[in-house]
Nanobody
Framework: HVYLVESGGGSVQAGGSLRLSCKVS????????IEWWRKVPGNECELVSK??????????YYKDSVKGRFTISQDSAENTVWLEMNSLKPEDTATYYC??????????????????????????WGQGTQVTVAS
């Protein structure tokens, strides 16, 4: 079974920092794409950052509005992905979700459906952690 469990959310003042973690079980990061998404009620789920690992190389992606403020990283020994969030703004307030876009395990590879972008509802998603930034 694949599980993604987020933690680290909370309430901070604007300019503050939080570090979200996503503990993964069921696969390793050797060949994987792990993402952080966020959702505000009434808005669409949006991709914030992702970290991709293939053939020993890791690449990262950031949404423009978080570049220079957020940093994604992973620790293979702990099977954990982190999202370090600095200089937080009120517009960063949302529920943050960790998700697997794809992974390989047991000799097989799996990929989330292209239209599965709803911040939950399948086993490719964690349960979410709330981040609230006060002005």
């Amino acid at each position: 079974h694949v599980y993604l469990v987020e933690s680290g959310g909370g309430s901070v003042q604007a300019g503050g920092s939080l570090r979200l973690s996503c503990k993964v079980s069921g696969f390793t990061f050797a060949t994987s794409v792990i993402e952080w998404w966020r959702k505000v009620p009434g808005n669409e789920c949006e991709l914030v950052s992702k970290i991709s690992t293939f053939d020993g190389e890791t690449t990262t992606y950031y949404k423009d509005s978080v570049k220079g403020r957020f940093t994604i990283s992973q620790d293979s020994a702990e099977n954990t992905v982190w999202l370090e969030m600095n200089s937080l703004k009120p517009e960063d307030t949302a529920t943050y979700y960790c998700a697997a876009e794809g992974y390989c395990a047991g000799g097989k590879c799996y990929q989330r459906a292209p239209n599965d972008k709803n911040c939950g509802g399948s086993n490719y998603w964690g349960q979410g952690t709330q981040v609230t930034v006060a002005s």
